[in-house]
């Protein structure tokens, strides 16, 4: 079974330009989440989808972050305009209904 | 406020050296609680779901434990390979979101 999958893995923009961030969940995992980690600090939920459906969406931070989820299938998260807090690493996770989650690698982003 | 406190931050061990590691969690109400590994550059890798206190989940050298008010996760004879980060994770009822603690970063030395 393929796992999820991120990319790009790693991504360094100048601050004010837009990034966009792609997962690819596990095949027929309807809950796909987003969550990040900052310098260091605990890993914080952004956003949770079931299928194309925004279920919680608490953790996004400001409206400079922006996720969809087209089809149900893979997702995007869109950070416009970047700035130098947001950099961090990038998680995405699947899951059935009360598993725990499968996570990909995460894309590191920096902004400077 | 939802909150999980992991202890140690940090953990030196010998190998063959048995510890455990504490995750104390303050949550209005329980769906679950989650143990995750963390290796350098990758994302969490799932390791165990505790639903109830007195519950007890075992894979290999790791056990989990469950109480009202924390968890543990015990580490029999660890190995080097057992070194990584270890997460615990809270999943109040009503959704799906999940709250990490900062990890407990264990090292084993050969």
């Known amino acids: 079974e393929a796992g999820v999958t991120q990319f790009p893995s790693h991504s360094v923009i100048e601050k004010g330009q837009t990034v966009t961030l792609r997962c690819d969940p596990i095949s027929g995992h309807d809950n796909l989440y987003w969550y990040r980690r900052v310098m260091g600090k605990e890993i914080k939920f952004l956003l949770h989808f079931v299928k194309e459906s925004k279920q919680d969406e608490s953790g996004m931070p400001n409206n400079r972050f922006l996720a969809e989820r087209t089809g149900g299938t893979y997702s995007t998260l869109k950070v416009q305009p970047a700035e130098l807090e947001d950099s961090g690493v990038y998680f995405c996770?699947?899951?059935?209904?009360?598993?725990?989650?499968?996570f990909g690698s995460g894309t590191r982003l920096t902004v400077v | 406020e939802d909150q999980v406190t992991q202890s140690p931050e940090a953990l030196r061990l010998q190998e063959g050296e048995s510890s455990s590691l504490n995750c104390s969690y303050t949550v209005s109400g329980l769906r679950g609680l989650f143990w995750y590994r963390q290796d350098p550059g990758k994302g969490p890798e799932f390791l165990f779901t505790l639903y109830s206190a007195g519950e007890e989940k075992e894979k290999e050298r790791l056990k989990a434990t469950l109480t009202k008010k924390e968890s543990f996760l015990h580490i029999t004879a660890p190995k080097p390979e057992d070194s990584a980060t270890y997460l615990c994770?809270?999943?109040?009822?009503?959704?799906?979101?999940?709250?990490f603690g900062a990890g407990t970063r264990l090292f084993v030395k050969a």
């Open positions: 994770a809270v999943r109040p009822t009503g959704g799906f979101k999940t709250i």
């Open positions: 996770a699947s899951s059935q209904e009360y598993d725990g989650y499968t």
